[in-house]
């Protein structure tokens, strides 16, 4: 149960930012207040209003009430013999009774006993009913969302929350539960934005129920995790003067940080406590908490061309996607999503926060009356989508004035994306469309003109523009004296001649990529590939064989001495 409390330093400001707040209450419920009256009594602010529905102008009388405790059953009864006085001069006439905290349980039992009839034309809206209405209307963030936002702030378990107003302005206040008591709490603006520190204190200061708790400034919070994102530990007071923030605040948040696991600490021995070293907690589980934090904010960046960053996707990513998609990708696609998703902070969070809609269930997969070439379809087109997101999203990253440096931080000159969508229906069994991305930046590191031209041949054979691959490629042989990139661009070239249909020229630079390395696989099996479309089938097994000879569990080699054997 929700309460919504209505926070000012006086009575008579209490009053008028109750007054102010239904107005935005009753405008997103659709009605129109024609005439309202205001009293502050002890026990909290009331109003009394007369209009009509918006939609209809059906004429209503209401009332409403802030108070700090449940209301009573008299209470309502006294609005209910008011609104039946009223109903005999208008027949017509609806009466609503809101409330900003819960009705007791003998106003329920009440209620529930009055005929349907009567329940029609007379409602009970509490804070529950009208928070949905602020949360309809856009004015308040929705529940979901907040525990959401409650889980990626903190690894304690949200407790028990309350909607604040105040000046006008309408708060989510969140207390967090430690050991199952809730001792610490948080404050969101209504529309999910965490709300300024001086605003925290306010309500902390006007709301007596949470003088015993721990305010935990969640700017600060996240700020002080990005400073610690590097490798080197850091002192309290290295981070306040970085932060440019009160040494005492950032002790503070540390043992906080401390007591929910996020970070760890170094003791130094005989020191003040804001002299220990402090550093983020390794480990993937503690990776899968940080990332929904920054993955979609204006530090999504720098987040992910940190070092912490690489190092967890590269040791946990993985199986990490495959537990949670079942989607058993084959070794290359598994191996290219974790680099896009290292490369792309929307694709990141996707993968990492997404609904699981790729998980196909056991009982979809075994079903009879599937054939086992609609059930490998169905497997093919689930990889097929996820890896179309994650490229979708990877692009529109690449929009951003910011992605060029977390490209450099990952080392990344040339970065290419494919984007595969199919749609199959009763006329067209299978409708591809592929489209390519490419986004190329000069690099961190210094790379000779040589190596632009083999990578750049590279990437526009990926894209399958092979006349200008072909140009890159030749002045890469040309120049380059490196053995192992040289036979790199032979074997690129044949590829590109062998799409091209010009066989016999496509074996000779595979030929020469066998002198630069005899036990080049690739270089091999791409031959054997020629000499099969030429019609040498002896040839193409002789040249097959020997690339199985260098990798007997070469799956592609493999597959192709099936097909020439046959």
Known sequence: MIWIKVLAPSRREKGQAFELLMRQVLDSCGLLPLRTRLKVTGAGPLLDIRGKLRKDATPFLG????????????????????????????????????????????????????????????????????????????RLLNLKALESEATRSSTFPPGPRYIGSLGGNLYWVQTLLVHRRPTTFFVLEGSGETAPRSICQEIKRLDTTLRDKRLIDLNLRKRILLELLGEEPRTADELAEALREQPQEVVALLQWLEKESVITSQRVPRKPRRLDRHRLQRGFPNFLHLAPQFLSGEYRFRFLASRVAAQMITTGLASYLEERFRLKLPADDLEASVKLLSISPAALSFALSSPQNYILSDREMNAKFIPDGERDRMREAARGRFMSDLSLRAISDSLHEEYSTLLAARDVRAYLTRIQLKASTLQNPLFSLRGYHLHTLPGARPATDAERSLETGAVMRLIHEYDHAIQYLNQAIRELKDPARLKTAWNNKGLCLFNKRRYQEAIECFNEAIKLDSNLKQAWFNKAICLREVGDTLGALRCVQRSLEIDPTYKEANDLVHRLQS
């Not at 449940?70 to 009774?97: A, D, I, N, P, W």
């Not at 349980?105 to 029609?120: C, M, Q, S, T």
């Open 63 to 138: 009332e409403c009430r802030a108070l700090s405790r449940e209301v009573t059953l008299e209470e309502v009864k006294r609005f209910f013999h008011r609104y039946r006085r009223e109903r005999r001069k208008t027949k017509s006439l609806r009466g609503l009774f809101f409330s900003y905290t819960p009705f007791s349980p003998k106003v329920l039992i009440w209620y529930r006993a009055l005929g349907d009839e009567v329940r029609h034309v007379l409602e009970l809206l509490g804070p529950d009913a009208i928070a949905d209405c602020l949360v309809e209307n856009r």
